[in-house]
Structure formats: structure tokens, C-alpha cells
T-cell receptor, first 114, second 111 residues
Framework: SQTIHQWPATLVQPVGSPLSLECTVE??????LYWYRQAAGRGLQLLFY??????ISSEVPQNLSASRPQDRQFILSSKKLLLSDSGFYLC?????????????FGPGTRLTVT | AQSVTQLGSHVSVSEGALVLLRCNYS??????LFWYVQYPNQGLQLLLK??????LVKGINGFEAEFKKSETSFHLTKPSAHMSDAAEYFC?????????FGPGTSLSVIP
């Protein structure tokens, strides 16, 4: 069966510090991968998605970036965090083989920028 | 452009009462529709989805939703609320590319 992991589970970082969040998927190959952010009391905002190694699409221009160094690894990064980067970050995957494929979500990372 | 709206950011029901969470979508093509549930500090879990075929879709935990094309709606229902149903619920729609999520509805269940 497929599983998706995210780490760390929680993170407290000062403004201006770098960020690296990692997401890995097991039990499938060539998944579509997604990064979402969920601000307090708000819905999901799609940040990045990837259909293959090295292929990243950005939905929202900001100080975040994403990389996919391996087929089942998706990394969210920032060089300098802002207060507004605080939120709950969710990674998700889908097979991407058909329209209407559901997404499977990881447990999330709670980021607090102080 | 596709969009998904959910009427009511917060809904409260009594334990044992009917749960009705509303979702409407706008799309120029027949969409694929989903309901996800999120418990506190967890990721989202798929409750049910509509792709093609029967318009009444049954999901996990006793939930079901009906696709009504004429009303562009996909409302989620459960006949009898349980305390464990308290969570955030997201409606989502996709065409042939990305999934668009609604803003979410927080469901509270009163004992």
C-alpha cells in the first residue's frame, strides 16, 4: 500500500531563517506531487505541483521554492522566512493517470514563524 | 475558471441530527467532485468522490453526496450526526488538471 510521510511534524523558526520541509511517498512510482498551505481558519492554497523529477509548477509567487530531486521526494524550501509563512503545510500525491484522481494527503507540518 | 463555494464556514448540529454541508461549483466542463474531511492537526482524508455514473455517491462513515448538474451542487449529508464527525470538511472539484478546494466548513456536533 502507499504511504506518504512529512517531516518535521512541527517547526518553530525565527523570521529570516531558512526552511526545508520534506515529503516522501512510498509504494507508488511517478506520482504527481503537491504542496499546499493552510493558514489558520482558511482553506487550502496550492503552492507547487510536480508531474515528474525536476518539473515544478508554481501557483503563487512568493519567497518559497520547491524541488523534486527524486521520483518520490518533494521538498519545500525558503531562504528567508516571513511571519506570513506561518501555517500548516500539507503534501499530497495522486497517480495523475486519469482526470478525477483523488489526492492523498500527508499528516502535515505545523510551521510557526516568530 | 473553476471555483468551489461552501455555504457556511461553520455548522453546528445536535448529536443524532441530520448533517447537511453545502457545496456549489462553477465549471464550463463536467467536473469531478470530492469531499474530504480533516481532523485537527491532520491531513485530509477522502470521504467520497463523483466521477461519472450514479449521481448519489456513498462514502465512508455513513456520508453520502448527490451530484445535481442543474444546480451545480454536490451537497454532503449524513442522516445522524455522531460526536466523531466533528471536523473540517472540504469540497473540491477538478476538470482535467488541478483540484480546486472550497474554503471549508467546520462541523460541530453538540451532545
Amino acid at each position: 500500500s502507499q504511504t506518504i510521510h512529512q517531516w518535521p511534524a512541527t517547526l518553530v523558526q525565527p523570521v529570516g531563517s531558512p526552511l526545508s520541509l520534506e515529503c516522501t511517498v512510498e509504494g507508488t512510482s511517478n506520482p504527481n506531487l503537491y504542496w499546499y498551505r493552510q493558514a489558520a481558519g482558511r482553506g487550502l492554497q496550492l503552492l507547487f505541483y510536480s508531474v515528474g523529477i525536476g518539473q515544478i509548477s508554481s501557483e503563487v509567487p512568493q519567497n518559497l521554492s520547491a524541488s523534486r530531486p527524486q521520483d518520490r521526494q518533494f521538498i519545500l524550501s525558503s531562504k528567508k522566512l516571513l511571519l506570513s509563512d506561518s501555517g500548516f503545510y500539507l503534501c499530497a500525491w495522486s497517480t495523475g493517470t486519469e482526470p478525477g484522481d483523488e489526492q492523498y494527503f500527508g499528516p502535515g507540518t505545523r510551521l510557526t514563524v516568530t | 475558471a473553476q471555483s468551489v463555494t461552501q455555504l457556511g464556514s461553520h455548522v453546528s448540529v445536535s448529536e443524532g441530527a441530520l448533517v447537511l454541508l453545502r457545496c456549489n461549483y462553477s465549471s464550463s466542463v463536467p467536473p469531478y467532485l470530492f469531499w474530504y474531511v480533516q481532523y485537527p492537526n491532520q491531513g485530509l482524508q477522502l470521504l467520497l468522490k463523483y466521477t461519472t455514473g450514479a449521481t448519489l455517491v456513498k462514502g465512508i462513515n455513513g456520508f453520502e453526496a448527490e451530484f445535481k448538474k442543474s444546480e451545480t451542487s454536490f451537497h454532503l449529508t449524513k442522516p445522524s450526526a455522531h460526536m466523531s464527525d466533528a471536523a473540517e470538511y472540504f469540497c473540491a472539484a477538478s476538470g482535467y488538471d488541478k483540484v480546486i478546494f472550497g474554503p471549508g466548513t467546520s462541523l460541530s456536533v453538540i451532545p
